[in-house]
């Protein structure tokens, strides 16, 4: 169903809250195969049912994805996943990957994300999971919040230290 493939990769790629515009948009673009931009560019995708360049385009080009002003709303956006946060401090320090050995001590940090031990063959994180407090009282999610018990916060930050 177009819809729910929209919602989870809009999810994926940036929006852990989607508003059902923006999924409807996305959801077109799968169906027709094709994406152009509203200047008349380039058109993307092969014009065939199904086509995810087309959906990955809808996404990372959608007003929705990319106006400035919604960095300022508070439902917008997510948070980043422990793996992604270090992997991008890492970079931040210009670290260098030399051999395996180095990857074997990312993968031992304790951030609830290794190798092969996914609790679910959909990944670490539900879809619909909302955290307790304030996101979850107000109807929201944020799927990659199940990540970040208390223990794996302070693995993070030992780790990164």
């Known amino acids: 169903?177009?819809?729910?493939?929209?919602?989870?990769?809009?999810?994926?790629?940036?929006?852990?809250?989607?508003?059902?515009s923006?999924?409807?948009?996305?959801?077109?673009?799968?169906?027709t195969g094709s994406y152009s931009s509203a200047a008349g560019g380039n058109v993307i995708g092969s014009g065939k049912y199904g086509d995810l360049?087309?959906?990955?385009?809808?996404?990372?080009?959608?007003?929705?994805?990319?106006?400035v002003s919604l960095d300022a709303d508070p439902n917008h956006g997510q948070i980043r996943e422990p793996m992604i946060k270090a992997t991008?401090?890492?970079?931040?320090?210009?670290?260098?990957y030399t051999s395996p050995?180095?990857?074997?001590k990312l993968k031992g940090m304790?951030?609830?994300q290794e190798s092969y031990a996914a609790n679910s063959v959909f990944g670490f994180f539900l879809p619909e999971y909302q955290p307790p407090g304030a996101v979850g009282q107000s109807g929201l999610v944020s799927p990659e919040a199940e990540l970040l018990a208390g223990s794996k916060i302070?693995?993070?930050?030992?780790?990164?230290?």
């Open 110 to 112: 304790g951030l609830g």
């Open 154 to 161: 302070t693995n993070l930050l030992g780790s990164l230290i």
């Open 101 to 104: 050995n180095n990857w074997n």
């Open 88 to 96: 991008s401090f890492l970079r931040s320090m210009e670290a260098v």
């Open 22 to 31: 923006f999924v409807s948009r996305v959801a077109h673009h799968y169906k």
């Open 1 to 20: 169903h177009p819809p729910f493939l929209a919602k989870l990769m809009i999810q994926r790629f940036g929006v852990s809250n989607p508003s059902p």
């Open 53 to 67: 360049s087309a959906m990955i385009a809808a996404i990372a080009l959608d007003s929705e994805s990319r106006h």
